[in-house]
């Protein structure tokens, strides 16, 4: 059997990119669905703390965006003999 190139390989490497897919997905939407929950609060009224504020957003947006990066640098880990 040959061995593999990555370190992490198989059904865990398989997880991790479908859950970078998802958060990626997550992060390319993420502005539109924050407005348009500002925009439903307007007329229908929110709840104290919702719709979150653009200032909380925002880092939650760059928290989600580490969170990227941190599991990309993982995948591109290579296997060592």
Do not use: C
Not at 1 to 12: F, H, R, V
Not at 24 to 43: G, T
Request: hydrophobic residues 35%; positive net charge; aromatic residues 12%.
């Amino acid at each position: 059997m040959d061995k593999p190139i990555y370190k992490i390989n198989g059904k865990e490497r398989k997880k991790l990119k479908k859950d970078i897919s998802e958060l990626k997905s997550f992060a390319k939407n993420f502005w539109y669905f924050h407005q348009l929950d500002k925009d439903m609060v307007s007329f229908y009224g929110g709840k104290d703390g919702y719709p979150m504020s653009d200032d909380n957003a925002q880092k939650k947006l760059d928290k989600i965006i580490e969170k990227i990066k941190i599991i990309e640098e993982q995948l591109l880990v290579l296997y060592d003999v």
